[in-house]
Every structure is written in structure tokens, then in C-alpha cells.
């Protein structure tokens, strides 16, 4: 059996289904779909799918939703070559379903991957906006563009254990500084991670979160 996501290090597809795919949005630039749009990509799928059994007559697909890696790109799993190939003409005919949408599918191999970094914060404040602010806010010469908190893990301490999605523009000034940031009065050591050169079992924990929310952008 394939496992596409292997090469990844992303999730090993749902029992009994053995090749991997990402849907992105080619109107981004890190292929990034938002999660609160994607309810409408699958009552799209869901409306043409009748459409595209018709024009490819034999055995119907098996597809699995897969989580989403790095919160910004859908997985999906398909049992097999015929099921992926009849996903791809699903998705091709779902046009622009949210405004600028392009959507594509790609190989598990090709889908965009971001450095992401963690950090001890204290426990408060704990929600994903009000720590990118701060993280935001207090160091307006790094390039933040694009930044995410994706995980939050919560402790019985003072302090928390954050995943960030970052881009690649801070990681020159990130070195350059010991990859210490403010945050409010204080400074913060960051421990970041390129996603090309991480190891499978940490790759994996980058595939396996979520944003916190469903409802965010």
C-alpha cells in the first residue's frame, strides 16, 4: 500500500484507504483554504458529485476527510487511483465557491508546507487572538504576515505550550536575535522549526492540530 502522507510525515490515512491527497487554494500562496469556507467547498462537492459519477461511468469513489494539516490545507484519503482521479474532476468543477477560490488537487508531496515554532507563555491570556496581538503588536519590525496560532496546550501551571504557524520571512530576523521576541513586557524564546527538515514524529504533530476554531478565517 501507498501512503502518500508518509513522505510528509502526515497522518497515515483512515484504515483501508491508501492514497493521499491535499486540496488547496492556488489563489493563496501557501495554498491556505479557510476553515470556515470549507462547509461550503463540501455542499459543493456534494451538488456536482451526481455529475461527475455520470460522466465517468464504473465504480463509485471512496473518499475519507482526513483533518487538515498545518489548519491550512485539507487531507484527504482515497482507497484508491480511480477514487483519487474521480475526487480531482469533483473538485474541478466546483469553480470559485467562495470569492478569489481556486481550488486545486495535489500530491501529498506537493502541498505547501510553513515553519512553525513553540513557545511557554504564561497561562493568560489563552485565547488564539488575543496571543497573536501580543506577539503581533510588541514586535512590529519582524514580519508577521500570515501568522497563526494553531495550538494551544493548557497546563495545571502558571504557564502554556503554543504551536505558531509562521512564514518564512521572519526566519532570518528570528536568528539574527537568538530567536527571542517581546511579548507585552516580557521576552519569550521561541523554538522554531522548519517543516522541510522535521523529524517524521514531529511532523506528524504538525499535521494532527487544528485551529482552535472552526469559525475562524
Known amino acids: 500500500m501507498i ?18 491527497k491535499g486540496v488547496i487554494d492556488q489563489s493563496d500562496e501557501g495554498g491556505r483554504i479557510p476553515r470556515n469556507q470549507w462547509g461550503l467547498v463540501r455542499r459543493t462537492l456534494a451538488s456536482v458529485a451526481l455529475k461527475v459519477l455520470d ?58 508546507s510553513r515553519p512553525r515554532a513553540r513557545v511557554w507563555l504564561p497561562s493568560e491570556p489563552s485565547e488564539s487572538v488575543a496571543i497573536l496581538s501580543l506577539l503581533t503588536r510588541f514586535n512590529p519590525k519582524l514580519p508577521t504576515d500570515g501568522w497563526k496560532v494553531v495550538k494551544v496546550e493548557k497546563t495545571d501551571r502558571v504557564t502554556m505550550n503554543v504551536v505558531i504557524l509562521l512564514n518564512q520571512a521572519c526566519l532570518e530576523p528570528f536568528a539574527a536575535q537568538q530567536n527571542r521576541m517581546n511579548y507585552g513586557f516580557d521576552k519569550v524564546q521561541l523554538r522554531i522549526y522548519d517543516t522541510d527538515k522535521l523529524a517524521a514524529d514531529n511532523l506528524a504533530a504538525c499535521a494532527s492540530y487544528e485551529p482552535p476554531s472552526d469559525e475562524e478565517a
Open 3 to 20: 501512503y502518500l502522507f508518509y513522505h510528509f510525515g502526515l497522518p497515515k490515512s483512515p484504515r483501508g484507504h491508501s492514497l493521499g
Open 55 to 112: 460522466e465517468n461511468p464504473g465504480p463509485p469513489p471512496d473518499c475519507t476527510d482526513a483533518g487538515w494539516y498545518q489548519g491550512i490545507v485539507k487531507l484527504i484519503a482515497c482507497e484508491d487511483e480511480i477514487s483519487a482521479a474521480l475526487y480531482k474532476a469533483n473538485i474541478n468543477k466546483v469553480g470559485e465557491v467562495y470569492p478569489g477560490a481556486k481550488l486545486a488537487v495535489c500530491e501529498a508531496a506537493d502541498i505547501p
